[in-house]
C-alpha cells in the first residue's frame, strides 16, 4: 500500500489553524491595549481632554503618530509642529497599504475598512503568515486589526478616564509593550545576516537620533535605511 499525501491541514502547526492565528491576533491586541491605558492617560495629562483623547484613537487609530503628537504638544511644541510630526511618522502606513493591498486585493467595499486596519501589527502579522505551509494573511490581517482597534480604544478610554488616579504611566512598563510584541513580530522576518544587518543600522540611528531629533522623526530617519541600503545594492 502506498503511503497517501498529507494534506495542508496535517502540515499545520499550532500557530498556522485559523484557531492559532485569531489566538495570536488576540494576545497581541491584549497587548496593545494596556499600552492604550498608557497612550489615554498621557494624552490627558499633556492636555487634551477625554473626548479629544477618544476621538484621536478612533478616528487616527495608529498609535506612534497618536503619541508623537501628544509628545510635541506636552512640550511645549505648537499645534503644527504636533501635527507634521505625527503625519510625517504616519506616513509608513502608506508603504504598508501598497503591500497589503496586493496581498489581500480587497474590495472596493472593503478597502476603506482595510485602510483603517492597516498598522504595524496587522501588517506584520499578514506578512507572518503569508508564506507559510498553510497561509492566512486575510484571517491574520483583519483579526489583527479588528483586536487592536477595540483593545486599543477600550485601553485609550479606561487610561483617559483613570488618568488622575493612575499616575505616572510610564512607571507601569506599559510604553514598552508594543514596541516589544512588534519586535516579538518582526524578528521571525529577519532571516539573513543581510537583514539583520539592515535591522541593526536602523536601530542604533534610530536610538542615536532620538535625543537630538523631535518625536517620531528618528524613526522616519531609521525607515529610509533599507531603502538606502537597497540602492546601494543595485
Given amino acids: 500500500m502506498q503511503p497517501t499525501e498529507s494534506s495542508g491541514q496535517d502540515r499545520e502547526s499550532p500557530d498556522d489553524t485559523a484557531r492559532g492565528v485569531i489566538v495570536e491576533a488576540l494576545t497581541i491586541g491584549l497587548t496593545t491595549g494596556a499600552y492604550g491605558v498608557s497612550f489615554g492617560a498621557l494624552s490627558v495629562t499633556s492636555g487634551l481632554d477625554v473626548w479629544q483623547t477618544v476621538a484621536l484613537s478612533a478616528l487616527m487609530f495608529t498609535g506612534a503618530s497618536q503619541f508623537a503628537l501628544i509628545s510635541v504638544l506636552a512640550g511645549g511644541g505648537s499645534v503644527a509642529a504636533a501635527v507634521a510630526s505625527s503625519a510625517l511618522l504616519g506616513l509608513r502606513n502608506l508603504f504598508y497599504g501598497l503591500r497589503m493591498r496586493q496581498i489581500l486585493q480587497p474590495s472596493p467595499i472593503t478597502s476603506v475598512a482595510a485602510a483603517q486596519m492597516t498598522l504595524d501589527e496587522s501588517t506584520a502579522m499578514a506578512l507572518a503568515h ?20 477595540v483593545l486599543w480604544n477600550t485601553g485609550t478610554i479606561l487610561g483617559a478616564l483613570g488618568a488622575s488616579s493612575i499616575g505616572d504611566p510610564t512607571r507601569w512598563g506599559l510604553d514598552a509593550a508594543v514596541p516589544a510584541a512588534f519586535l516579538a513580530l518582526l524578528w521571525p522576518q529577519i532571516t539573513g545576516r543581510r537583514l539583520l544587518g539592515v535591522a541593526l543600522v536602523a536601530a542604533v540611528l534610530g536610538i542615536a537620533l532620538t535625543p537630538v531629533l523631535s518625536p517620531g522623526l528618528p524613526v522616519l530617519c531609521a525607515a529610509l535605511v533599507p531603502f538606502l541600503f537597497l540602492k546601494g545594492a543595485r
Fill in 130 to 149: 503569508y508564506d507559510r505551509p498553510v497561509p492566512r494573511p486575510a484571517l491574520a490581517f483583519w483579526s489583527t486589526g479588528l483586536s487592536v482597534f
